[in-house]
């Protein structure tokens, strides 16, 4: 009975896929371009839904996707083109189908977006102000890099966003010492851009700071008249760094300070210095006290 029951079902299911039916499926289809010229910057689209008539053995080749030709999609105006409507398929669709008949395009429209594959050669560099330094020490260019540019490839809207010099990965330690190196080269958008170089060897010197300091004549801003100032926690002083190389350009007569008595704090008597000018090629300056305690009596 179980024998009879399989031929019986077989002759059934043979018979009824010899039968011509009309119903949706879901068709690949692929894009033609030139892959030198050309980059998608995102995912095409692989399939579209469209409504056929034919054998039912020919239908369910198509449903289970076996030895199916796609569509072959080339699109003139790329890639200044974006989307197709459905029925501009239908001629590749229509040529791609075997023993099945196109009645239409249920697939509304089809989007995409490619642009110009391009190449963009950039020299590399080091932001060497955002190094991580100990304090009491200081940076010392130049900066010297091997290979000292980077070449990507990518679609051109993206690299046109790169900056240029660019910039190379900082190192992670705080530094003391002279640093020599690898540093890498990260960037975004990797699934699209690719660069021939990962990293780079990077040397620069790192030294200790000078520490001085200059005692400083503050200038008075908005006192009243008729009165004298007294500092009863001075002298003021001028606390400042700079780079051994420098020592002779830095010119500590420069430095100038300002007590504003509109910043004149009653409570204790305080005023918070403020830096008027300072020296070329100094760095870390520190006015002290931080807050200058005053007198006034008249004169």
């Given at each position: 009975?179980l024998l009879c029951f399989?031929t019986a079902?077989?002759?059934w299911?043979l018979?009824a896929?010899n039968k011509?039916?009309?119903?949706?499926?879901?068709?690949?289809?692929?894009?033609?371009y030139?892959h030198?010229?050309?980059?998608?910057?995102?995912p095409?689209?692989?399939?579209?839904?469209?409504?056929v008539?034919?054998?039912?053995w020919?239908?369910?080749?198509?449903?289970?996707?076996?030895n199916?030709?796609?569509?072959?999609?080339?699109?003139?105006?790329l890639?200044?083109?974006k989307r197709?409507?459905?029925?501009?398929?239908?001629?590749?669709i229509s040529?791609?189908?075997?023993?099945l008949?196109?009645?239409?395009?249920?697939?509304?429209t089809v989007?995409f977006?490619?642009d110009?594959?391009?190449r963009?050669?950039?020299?590399?560099?080091?932001?060497?102000t955002?190094?991580?330094?100990?304090?009491?020490y200081?940076f010392?260019?130049?900066?010297k890099v091997?290979?000292d540019?980077v070449?990507f490839?990518?679609p051109e809207?993206?690299?046109?966003?790169?900056?240029?010099?660019?910039?190379?990965?900082?190192?992670t330690?705080?530094?003391?010492a002279?640093f020599?190196?690898e540093l890498?080269?990260t960037y975004d958008?990797t699934t699209?851009?690719?660069?021939?170089v990962?990293?780079?060897?990077?040397q620069?010197g790192?030294?200790?700071?000078e520490r001085?300091e200059?005692t400083?004549?503050p200038?008075l801003q908005n006192f009243?008249p008729g009165?004298?100032?007294?500092v009863?926690?001075?002298?003021?002083t001028v606390?400042?760094?700079f780079?051994?190389k420098n020592?002779?350009?830095?010119?500590?007569e420069?430095f100038?300070?300002?007590?504003?008595?509109?910043?004149?704090?009653?409570t204790d008597?305080?005023?918070a210095p403020?830096?008027?000018?300072?020296?070329?090629k100094t760095?870390?300056?520190?006015?002290?006290?931080?807050?200058v305690?005053i007198s006034?009596t008249?004169q």
């Amino acid at each position: 009975m179980l024998l009879c029951f399989l031929t019986a079902a077989t002759f059934w299911l043979l018979n009824a896929l010899n039968k011509n039916y009309t119903t949706q499926v879901s068709y690949p289809i692929e894009f033609k371009y030139d892959h030198k010229a050309l980059v998608p910057v995102k995912p095409l689209p692989e399939e579209v839904m469209i409504n056929v008539t034919g054998k039912g053995w020919k239908l369910l080749q198509k449903n289970l996707l076996f030895n199916v030709k796609p569509a072959e999609l080339s699109i003139r105006g790329l890639p200044y083109v974006k989307r197709l409507p459905g029925t501009a398929l239908r001629p590749a669709i229509s040529g791609a189908l075997d023993g099945l008949s196109l009645n239409f395009v249920i697939t509304d429209t089809v989007s995409f977006d490619f642009d110009r594959l391009v190449r963009r050669k950039l020299p590399l560099t080091l932001d060497s102000t955002q190094l991580k330094l100990e304090a009491g020490y200081g940076f010392v260019g130049p900066v010297k890099v091997r290979p000292d540019s980077v070449t990507f490839t990518g679609p051109e809207q993206i690299l046109n966003l790169f900056p240029s010099p660019y910039p190379l990965s900082l190192p992670t330690d705080v530094l003391k010492a002279p640093f020599k190196g690898e540093l890498p080269l990260t960037y975004d958008f990797t699934t699209l851009v690719k660069a021939d170089v990962s990293e780079a060897e990077v040397q620069f010197g790192v030294v200790p700071l000078e520490r001085k300091e200059v005692t400083v004549q503050p200038v008075l801003q908005n006192f009243p008249p008729g009165l004298l100032l007294r500092v009863l926690n001075g002298p003021i002083t001028v606390q400042y760094s700079f780079l051994p190389k420098n020592q002779e350009l830095v010119q500590p007569e420069l430095f100038q300070v300002a007590l504003d008595y509109l910043k004149f704090n009653a409570t204790d008597s305080t005023i918070a210095p403020v830096m008027l000018q300072r020296s070329p090629k100094t760095r870390n300056i520190t006015v002290l006290p931080g807050r200058v305690k005053i007198s006034l009596t008249p004169q």
